[in-house]
Structure formats: structure tokens, C-alpha cells
């Protein structure tokens, strides 16, 4: 089901997930993620990702703004906000600018939280395999493209470095150039 967003002509896509699955779930445009059943593996999401009062999910979570009802098993990073909402139960370390922990939600584990411009710059950072995985491309694709400045990255001692929001606008810009 996808409904207008007000006043912006993309379409808001939005997902209700209410079976048993397992793997690597990853969005690369925002969308409105409810799951209410059973995941296992990888969540990467774009937009809002809900779990859901009956959900049941052991996985490492990234996203943009969660919401979090479940149980939850797996770290989770939140690169806008974090809300555990009763009867939430989550095990493992958690990290976002905003985190709100709402009467009777439960958590097990570490929170991180930061709001200095700086931090939030190194928070949106990307490695080559990230880049790589995220556009579903091979590493060396990536690497060739960041040397030929055909895609935007910075050159660090360690490698190249590649910031998350820059990525998508560039995705969004070649969007519009194809």
C-alpha cells in the first residue's frame, strides 16, 4: 500500500510484515517497515521501521527512526531516534541521538547517545563493504568509482570514507540523470 506524502510527489512505500522470516532485510529509499512476526538475521532500513507488540526479532537493526514494541534480541542503531514503547523487551546495546525508554519497556543492555554535530557526522559514516552492500555492488566497483570521483568520498589514512547522507543524495541525483 502506498499513500501521498504531503506536498512532495514521491509516493511513501509502506511495508506490514506478518510472517516468520530470516536473512538480510536492507532498504535503500525510505519506507515504512512494520514487522509483527518473527525476523532473524539483518535489518537495514531506511524511513521508519516499527516491531511490532508480538514481534520476535534477533537481529542487529539499523535504521532511520525505530520504534521498537516487541522483543527484540541484537544491537540496534538508530541514526535519528530510538523508542522503546511498553511491552518492549530489548537485549543488546543500543545507539541513537534520541532515545526514549517508555514506561514498561525493558531494556538489557548499553545505550549511546549523542547530539554534538561532529559525532553525528562520524555516526553516518561508511566503510568501502558498506557503500558496497548498500548499492549491491562489488567493493572494487566502489573503490574505482571513489578514485575516479564518479561517486562523492574522502581519502583517509585508512581508506576511503564515505558519508551516508552524501551517498543518497548522489543515488537520487543519478536517479534523475538516467
Known amino acids: ?36 512476526g518473527t525476523f532473524e538475521g539483518k535489518l537495514d532500513t531506511r524511513g521508519i521501521l516499527t516491531i511490532g507488540d508480538s514481534a520476535k526479532v534477533k537481529a542487529n537493526i539499523t535504521g532511520d527512526k525505530i520504534i521498537i514494541a516487541g522483543k527484540v534480541t541484537g544491537d540496534i542503531t538508530a541514526y535519528t531516534s530510538l523508542t522503546l514503547a511498553a ?10 541521538p534520541i532515545f ?20 553525528e557526522v562520524n555516526f553516518d559514516n561508511m566503510t568501502v ?10 567493493e572494487q566497483v566502489v573503490e574505482e568509482w571513489a578514485s575516479k570521483k564518479k561517486i562523492p568520498a574522502t581519502l583517509e589514512e585508512d581508506g576511503w570514507v564515505f558519508e551516508r547522507s552524501q551517498i543518497e543524495r548522489w543515488i ?7
Open 129 to 138: 563493504a558498506d557503500v558496497a552492500g548498500f548499492l549491491e555492488v562489488e
Open 1 to 36: 500500500m502506498a499513500r501521498k506524502k504531503d506536498n512532495q510527489e514521491s509516493e511513501e512505500k509502506i511495508l506490514d510484515v506478518n510472517a516468520s522470516m530470516q536473512g538480510t532485510i536492507t532498504f535503500k529509499d525510505p519506507v515504512n517497515l512494520r514487522i509483527n
Open 172 to 178: 537520487q541525483e543519478e536517479k534523475v540523470n538516467s
Open 100 to 119: 526514549s525508554c517508555l514506561e514498561g519497556a525493558i531494556l538489557d543492555g548499553n545505550v549511546a547517545m549523542s547530539t554534538s554535530k561532529a559525532n
Open 87 to 96: 511491552p518492549a523487551s530489548v537485549e543488546g546495546n543500543v545507539s541513537a
